[in-house]
């Protein structure tokens, strides 16, 4: 699945939420998702805004990315879920 609500604002996911029993197959339909990807919408929207936009807004979804994993992938949030998990048992 490409997106995942996470398109044109902070990337693109690749992939679909689930997995092949094959590994060859995961990695062809995971292949063609990206060749998609970058010929519908990377690509395009390179020749459309130029170079400089196009970095210009590269740069915006780096910057949203890290603010959105930032918050995800903590300190903070990895005891939280250590401290949960250790409740549970």
């Known amino acids: 699945m ?3 609500g996470l398109q044109r604002k902070n990337g693109w996911a690749i992939g679909e939420e689930r997995e092949y029993h094959d590994p060859d197959v995961q990695a062809e339909a995971d292949s063609l998702l990206l060749y998609r990807l970058l010929e519908e919408e990377i690509v395009p929207t390179y020749y459309d ?3 400089t936009a196009f970095l210009t807004a ?6 949203e990315a ?3 994993l930032r ?3 903590s300190m ?3 005891v939280k879920e250590y401290t949960t998990s250790l409740l549970r048992a």
């Open 66 to 68: 890290h603010s959105y």
């Open 71 to 73: 918050a995800r992938f």
């Open 58 to 63: 590269g740069i915006a979804i780096m910057k």
């Open 49 to 51: 805004r130029g170079l």
């Open 76 to 78: 903070r949030a990895m």
């Open 2 to 4: 490409v997106g995942r």
